[in-house]
T-cell receptor, first 111, second 114 residues
Framework: AQRVTQPEKLLSVFKGAPVELKCNYSYSGSPELFWYVQYSRQRLQLLLRHISRESIKGFTADLNKGETSFHLKKPFAQEEDSAMYYC?????????????FGKGTHLIIQP | KAGVTQTPRYLIKTRGQQVTLSCSPISGHRSVSWYQQTPGQGLQFLFE???????NKGNFPGRFSGRQFSNSRSEMNVSTLELGDSALYLC?????????????FGQGTRLTVV
């Protein structure tokens, strides 16, 4: 069964410092990986996906199949980045298993 | 375009009762998925519907069921409620079946079982 692990429940960094939110997955096929974000009092929304290889709000994430990781990085954290971040995996074969989410990391950016 | 709409936003039910939650997907989206979110277990997949058919079901007891209508609106039903069913229930819609599988989430229904 597929599994997504986010080892840090809480991550606190100072404004301007680099941020890395860790995500590891277990899946036998070729997964599609996502990062979702939930800001305070807002709905869960897509931040980025590995297949598009884009940078959103300064965040990037690289899929490392050898290490089965999809860590989220930003070189200089901003206060507005404070939120819950969820790593999610989808069966890239278009299967109907739904998204498998990690338990989330609460990112706090201190001024 | 309008986002995913879930109703009601809040519900309080007593043990043993049943409850029905509703989800209206983004126009044109035919896939609707349901998730349960709790502090202890995080986000867990309940089931997905596509074109009125349940395509898969997560690891939840049979008390949890759902359906999808021809207009893609979906309902989720929980019978014989237990205290542990208290959670935020999220609905997501997507245009699954195309290359774009981004899921758009509603704001959720907060269910409290007392």
């Amino acid at each position: 069964a597929q599994r997504v692990t986010q080892p840090e429940k809480l991550l606190s960094v100072f404004k301007g410092a680099p941020v890395e939110l860790k995500c590891n997955y277990s899946y036998s096929g070729s997964p599609e990986l996502f990062w979702y974000v939930q800001y305070s009092r807002q709905r869960l929304q897509l931040l980025l996906r590995h297949i598009s290889r884009e940078s959103i709000k300064g965040f990037t994430a690289d899929l490392n199949k050898g290490e089965t990781s999809f860590h989220l990085k930003k070189p200089f954290a901003q206060e507005e980045d404070s939120a819950m971040y969820y790593c999610a995996l989808d069966d890239s074969g278009g299967g109907a298993d739904g998204l498998t989410f990690g338990k989330g990391t609460h990112l706090i950016i201190q001024p | 375009k309008a986002g995913v709409t879930q109703t009601p936003r809040y519900l309080i039910k007593t043990r043993g009762q049943q409850v029905t939650l509703s989800c209206s997907p983004i126009s044109g989206h035919r896939s609707v998925s349901w998730y349960q979110q709790t502090p202890g277990q995080g986000l867990q997949f309940l089931f997905e519907y596509f074109s009125e058919t349940q395509r898969n079901k997560g690891n939840f007891p049979g008390r949890f069921s759902g359906r999808q209508f021809s207009n893609s609106r979906s309902e989720m039903n929980v019978s014989t409620l237990e205290l542990g069913d208290s959670a935020l229930y999220l609905c997501a819609s997507s245009s699954r079946g195309t290359a774009n599988t981004e899921a758009f989430f509603g704001q959720g229904t907060r269910l409290t079982v007392v």
